[in-house]
């Protein structure tokens, strides 16, 4: 499926390098244009000791944005709430909104609001992955597509927009559609070896390529990302 336009939401830096970088240098390579929105800083992206909160965000803003340039994403705009403490606010839908009105993607791709562990049960899925996602269902109704909704956007010159797709990472019997990523793994690693602060020695590559490979499976590929996706309306 190709798109003209699309937009991906997400927590941290580094977020959306591990569920769909892949997927995103596939899209680009093939003319989309695509805008990452991080709405937190990664401020409390470590555990060491006399690491400064502000310090360790201007660091991961460098490293997502270079992840970026390797992906060819358009641009990359920082919500700046701080780490761990996302809330589903209106603030947040509002400025959620804003970038959907500004940009009007086709489809938008965002943390599942429903996860709350991996398929494994040796994982506790970050708050602030599921307060992302619960803000963006938002988004797409009634925030986004609704004129009475945020009516000081429309001050901005930001008509209501409706989202045609919505793309949720995710895998086993949830997953729906597959993203041969085959020729673009390289370019996720590399995208992924860009957070530095996060990989340090960590053979990544090896479990990115592990886990598209399971992913590919299903699909008869030899490596893929997979989501759940959603056709929210018809072509006009």
């Given amino acids: 499926m190709e798109f003209e336009r699309a937009i991906v939401v997400f927590a941290h830096p580094d977020d959306a390098e591990f569920g769909s970088a892949g997927t995103v240098a596939s899209w680009t390579r093939a003319g989309t244009e695509v805008v990452y929105v991080c709405v937190t800083d990664g ?31 358009t641009d990359c705009v920082f919500l700046g709430i701080p780490d761990g403490l996302v809330e589903v606010t209106l603030d947040l839908r509002r400025s959620l909104t804003r970038e959907v009105r500004r940009y009007r993607p086709d489809v938008l791709v965002t943390p599942d609001p429903t996860r709350f562990w991996d398929e494994e049960r040796r994982y506790i899925n970050h708050s602030d992955h599921r307060a992302v996602g619960q803000a963006c269902m938002a988004v797409l109704n009634p925030d986004s597509s ?23 990472p995710t895998w086993g019997e949830e997953a729906d559609t597959y993203v041969d990523i085959t020729d673009t793994i390289e370019v996720k690693i590399q995208a992924l070896r860009c957070h530095k602060s996060q990989i340090h020695d960590w053979p990544v590559e090896d479990w990115i390529r592990e886990r598209a490979h399971k992913r590919g499976e299903p699909a008869g590929v030899e490596f893929a990302e997979s989501f759940k996706t959603f056709k929210l309306r018809e072509e006009r």
């Avoid at 690491?51 to 970026?68: F, G, K, M, N, S």
């Avoid at 001050?155 to 793309?167: A, I, S, T």
């Fill in 43 to 73: 401020s409390a992206g470590s555990n060491e000791p006399g690491v400064i909160r502000e310090e360790l965000a201007e660091i991961r803003e460098v490293e997502q944005r270079a992840a970026c340039d390797v992906l060819g994403v």
């Fill in 146 to 168: 609704t004129r009475p909704m945020f009516a000081e956007l429309l001050e901005e010159g930001l008509e209501p927009f409706e989202v045609r797709y919505l793309w949720i």
